[in-house]
């Protein structure tokens, strides 16, 4: 793939490019990590609708959780973590 560059870029700025292309390739095939937060600390619900969290010391244990907009519901059996 041949990346555009301006003819009065600088030359350095074409391995720049390839570096930022070849990290959003790598990036594309790992998988996603959720940001991980504890009951007492996670961030208000009503602000993350649509959110996607991993809980680590819910009631159960270590759950992902997601924001209707009001809680913060675990992904398991859509309860309110607790």
Do not use: C, H
């Not at 990346?3 to 292309?21: K, N, T």
């Not at 998988?31 to 010391?57: C, F, H, K, M, T």
């Not at 959780?65 to 398991?76: H, I, K, M, N, Y």
């Amino acid at each position: 793939m041949k990346l555009f560059r301006p003819a009065d870029a600088p030359q350095w700025l074409e391995g720049v490019l390839r570096s930022i292309e070849r990290a959003f390739r790598d990036a594309r095939d790992a998988p996603v990590r959720l940001p991980e937060y504890a009951v007492a600390e996670l961030p208000d619900a009503a602000d993350w609708r649509g959110g996607q969290i991993n809980v680590s010391d819910e009631a159960g244990g270590y759950v992902p959780a997601f924001s209707d907009g009001t809680d913060w519901l675990r992904v398991t059996d859509r309860a309110v973590v607790s």
